[in-house]
């Protein structure tokens, strides 16, 4: 399998309702378009905290059960970009699953 075939972008967004969104529609539409064309290389979760949509708090836990969905060895980069307390969380998480000896190489993840 070639390199492009396998890559995989798995965009977490986070809002409090979708008028506080930045890009939904493109998003949402670009995840559409993938499926229907039958990509299955991208892949949007979403979280709307005040419509209840995966109103799941997005703490180490959380980070923790969503990165043992994949095959570890396979994450390239990890893109971190929110508030400033969402941030924290994230860096937090990577750096005590690095710190366990846990299998997310140092230097794989970036917080903006």
Same mark, same amino acid.
């Given at each position: 399998?070639?390199? /492009?075939?396998?890559?995989?972008?798995?965009?977490?967004?986070?809002? /409090?309702?979708?008028?506080?969104?930045?890009?939904?529609?493109?998003?949402?539409?670009? /995840?559409?378009?993938?499926?229907?064309?039958?990509?299955?290389?991208?892949?949007?979760?979403?979280?709307?905290?005040?419509?209840?949509?995966?109103?799941?708090?997005?703490?180490?836990?959380?980070i923790n059960r969503e990165l043992n969905k994949h095959d570890i060895r396979l994450i390239r980069r990890v893109w971190v970009c929110g508030p400033p307390t969402m941030n924290e969380t994230f860096e937090k998480a990577f750096i005590q699953r690095i710190a366990a000896g846990k299998d997310l190489p140092n230097g794989t993840y970036e917080i903006l």
């Open positions: 399998m070639s390199e /492009q075939k396998s890559f995989k972008f798995i965009f977490y967004a986070s809002f /409090q309702d979708r008028a506080d969104s930045v890009a939904l529609e493109l998003l949402a539409a670009f /995840q559409i378009y993938c499926k229907a064309n039958g990509f299955k290389n991208f892949e949007l979760v979403l979280r709307l905290s005040k419509e209840k949509l995966n109103p799941a708090r997005w703490d180490a836990n959380y």
